[in-house]
C-alpha cells in the first residue's frame, strides 16, 4: 500500500474543515437564555443592635466596685457593679427578726385555738370566745405573711446591690464612678449585643406596595457577599416630612457577625418586582484586563470572542446588558475555548 510522505499528510490536514459541531467540541457550551428575575431597589440603611439597653440602679448605695470598662465583651449574667450593701442588709436583718417573731405569735395563736375548739366542742366554752380565738389566729397568719413578704422584698433589694449582664455583649458607656451615690433609677452601664443585627431603612412611598407584597431583602456588604434577611418589620405609618417609610431588616443569628457592627451605613437590596433577563452561566464570562467577553460558538461550530456587558449576579448565572442574543452558545471553559479557537486560527494561516 502506498503511504504519504509526511509533507503531504501535512497538506492533508490543513485542507480539512476548521469548524465543528457543538456536541464535538472539547468543552461544554450553555445557551443564552431569559429568565424570570426579583427586580430589587438598592437603599441605604444603617445597623443596629436589637438588645441594646442602659442598665439603671434599683436600690440606693454607694458604688463599690466596677468591674467592667467601654468595650469589654461580658458574658450573660457576669457580675458587672457592686453597690454598698450595709442599709440593705440591716433591713434584711430587721425583716427576718419580725418573721421569727410573727412566726412564733401565729404558733401561739394556733395553739390556743386548738384547745378553744376542743372545748368548744364539749360545750365549755362560748361561742363568742371561740369566734375571737379564730379571729386571732387569723390575724396572727395575715401578720406572719406580711412578714415573708418584707423578707422576700429585703432579700430582693439586697440581690439589687449587685448588678449583672441581661445578656452577652459590649459594654459601650459607662455612667458612674466607685463612690458616686445612685439610687433607683439612676443610670449606670449601657450596652449592646452583636449576637442579633438588624438595619433600618427609609423606603420610599412608591416602592411599598411591592415590598409588602413580597417581603424580600438582602444586605450587600462592602465585599459584594449577600446576607438575606430572615424577616422584614414595616412600620405602619410613613414619615410625615420625608414621606417615606420605615423598614425593619431583620437579619439572622451569626457568631462572626460577618464584620457588621452597629452604627454602620450599609446597602439593602428590596425585591420590589420581576423582570426578565438574558443571563448565561458566570463561569462562560472571560475577563482579559479591562475586557469582559465570552467565547461564542456558532451554528458552524466557530469560536469566536465576543465583548459583552455585564449584569448582577443571581444563583450561579451573570446577566448580559449588552453583546450576545438570546439562543446564542457560549462556552462554558473559556480557557479551553481560547486554546481552541487559537490552534484553529493557525491552521488557517
Known amino acids: 500500500m502506498t503511504r504519504l510522505p509526511i509533507l503531504g499528510a501535512a497538506l492533508l490536514a490543513l485542507a480539512l474543515p476548521l469548524t465543528a459541531q457543538a456536541d464535538d467540541l472539547p468543552f461544554e457550551t450553555a445557551e443564552a437564555e431569559r429568565l424570570t428575575l426579583p427586580q430589587e431597589r438598592v ?3 444603617r445597623v443596629e443592635a ?4 442602659t442598665i439603671s440602679a434599683q436600690t440606693s448605695g454607694r458604688v463599690r466596685e466596677i468591674y467592667v470598662d467601654v468595650d469589654d465583651f461580658v458574658e450573660e449574667d ?50 363568742s370566745e371561740f369566734e375571737r380565738a379564730e379571729a386571732q389566729l387569723e390575724s396572727a397568719r395575715a401578720r406572719l405573711r406580711s412578714a415573708e413578704g418584707r423578707v422576700d422584698e429585703a432579700r430582693e433589694q439586697l440581690g439589687y446591690t449587685e448588678v449583672y449582664a441581661p445578656y452577652s455583649g459590649i459594654v459601650t458607656e459607662r455612667m458612674v ?46 465585599s459584594g457577599e449577600r446576607i438575606a434577611a430572615e424577616n422584614l418589620t414595616l412600620f405602619p405609618y410613613a ?57 461564542v460558538i456558532d ?13 448582577r449576579e443571581h444563583d450561579g448565572m451573570i446577566e448580559i446588558l449588552g453583546g450576545l442574543r438570546e439562543g446564542e452558545r457560549v462556552a462554558l471553559d473559556p480557557v479551553h475555548a481560547a486554546i481552541f479557537m487559537k490552534e484553529h486560527q493557525q491552521v488557517t494561516r
Do not use: C, H, W
Not at 453597690?83 to 395553739?111: K, N
Not at 451554528?299 to 449584569?311: I, L, M
Open 43 to 45: 437603599l441605604d440603611g
Open 177 to 222: 464612678e466607685v463612690g458616686e451615690s445612685v439610687s433607683p433609677g439612676s443610670p449606670l452601664l449601657a450596652g449592646l449585643s452583636l449576637d442579633r443585627l438588624r438595619v433600618e431603612v427609609d423606603v420610599p412611598q412608591r416602592l411599598m406596595p411591592g415590598l409588602r407584597d413580597r417581603r424580600e431583602a438582602e444586605v450587600i456588604l462592602d
Open 78 to 127: 457576669e457580675l458587672l457593679l457592686r453597690i454598698s450593701d450595709v442599709q440593705q442588709q440591716a433591713r434584711l436583718s430587721q425583716a427576718e427578726g419580725d418573721l421569727a417573731d410573727a412566726r412564733a405569735r401565729f404558733r401561739e395563736a394556733r395553739s390556743e385555738f386548738e384547745r378553744i375548739r376542743e372545748v368548744f366542742e364539749q360545750n365549755v366554752v362560748s361561742r
Open 299 to 311: 451554528e458552524q461550530g466557530r469560536v469566536r470572542f465576543r465583548q459583552v456587558r455585564t449584569g
Open 50 to 53: 436589637v438588645q441594646r439597653s
Open 239 to 295: 414619615d410625615p416630612r420625608s414621606g417615606t417609610f420605615r423598614v425593619r431588616v431583620n437579619l439572622p443569628e451569626d457568631e462572626n457577625n460577618r464584620g457588621l457592627f452597629p452604627g454602620m451605613f450599609v446597602k439593602s437590596a428590596f425585591v420590589v418586582d420581576e423582570v426578565e433577563r438574558l443571563m448565561v452561566p458566570q463561569e462562560a464570562v472571560a475577563y482579559r484586563s479591562e475586557v469582559i467577553a465570552v467565547y
